[in-house]
């Protein structure tokens, strides 16, 4: 005999009357947002973190990048500071005479050589450049006498100064400043202040061949300088 299908599930779902005791009744919410009142809030939250974002911008501490650039400035204006306090290149004068357009008193820069002071005083084109050293490095008060080719005087008789008290032209060894002894032939400053070493540590020269003794002058140079010097 098949069971009677429909009946059983009649019988499944017939109603036992306990329905109503499991039924929850579920309280009212205290709080309800509408869409439009969640829509306010959004764009209100919205506009709070963009205004918190660009507080925090403005108010934080500057890059490296920033940092960097005001360090080149300040850098920068220190340099410009420390060299427009810096004095400025000592200034010489010195003498030029003879063969020039332009004789007299001539202002350079220290360390400056003879052939700047004779393109101050513009030289002629027949000076005798050939006896003059136009390397020398000049010193204050140094006198320069240019000459026409030909008539250039022996090494010695062209100069003049407080150590050549007679007139002779010659260069005394023996009282000889150091911006004396350079306007010899061949004597840059180290060389004039090792004749003085010399002369001081022996008690003056007492022959013009003790130069061979001197550092820095060997036969050459002396052959040079023999004629234009003196005790």
Known sequence: MKPDVAARLKDLTRQTGTEDLLRVDYPNPRFHISLKHAIIA?????????????????SAPPGVSSLLSESASVGSAANSEVMNTEPASSEIVVSVVGHVAKPGLVTLQEGQRVADALGAAEVFPDADLTALNLAQILNDGTQINVFPIGQAPPPGTARSGGSDPAGTGLI???????????????VGEKTAQ????YRDANGGYKAIDELLGVKG???AKFEQIKPAVSL
Do not use: K, M, R
Not at 42 to 56: E, K, N, P, R, S
Not at 194 to 197: G, K, L, N, V
């Open 42 to 58: 959004a764009i209100a939250l919205v506009v709070l973190g963009a205004g918190w974002v660009f507080y925090q911008q403005q």
């Open 172 to 186: 005394s060894l023996n009282s000889a400043s150091i911006a004396e002894l350079v306007t010899l032939p061949g």
């Open 194 to 197: 090792a004749i003085i070493d």
């Open 217 to 219: 002058i060997g036969q």
